[in-house]
């Protein structure tokens, strides 16, 4: 095999695809459970949640492939079986319930959150320990789309109407005819 020569050292880069592997698996994990909330919801979300999931498992299938590819890309290989992403993810599963609606998307939050923990952590390892600029770029541009997708489901549950200027709860209103 021939070596690879892109300023890092073989150890700088095995602990970064150890690091995208993690991450690899967390998003393969993500990914089901999204897929699974999508098939399942019922209610009166179910449109709204229906459709959300599926663009957020659409994102997650192209990320998915682009940490196997970076992980390519510096000469390692991704995880790519079940067994080993549920021994690398963070993520856990819950295959006894199927909770309802909201329950789901607060789940997806938590999920999404750590996922986002997760990734500064990976950012700082890829600066400061293994000097990989390149994937802390590319992480932060993960961590940038899980927090968007966490934000667009804390929406949806937190539910409170806002004063038009942002600036705290709307006052309910009084003596409209």
Known sequence: MRSINIGLTEEQR???CE???N????AYLLLVKTKKYHWDVVGPQF??????WEEHYQTLTMNIDSIAERVR????F???TMEGFLKLASLKENPET???ATQMVSSLVDDHEQVIRNLRQHIDACGDKFHDEGTADFLTGLMEGHEEMAWMLRSFIEGESLQADGQGP?????GVN
């Open 14 to 16: 095995k602990g970064v």
């Open 19 to 21: 690091l995208l592997n």
């Open 23 to 26: 991450d690899l698996a967390d």
């Open 47 to 52: 449109r709204s949640l229906h459709t959300l």
């Open 73 to 76: 890309a510096l000469g390692g």
């Open 78 to 80: 991704p995880v790519g």
């Open 98 to 100: 199927l909770p309802l």
């Open 170 to 174: 709307a006052k309910a209103a009084v």
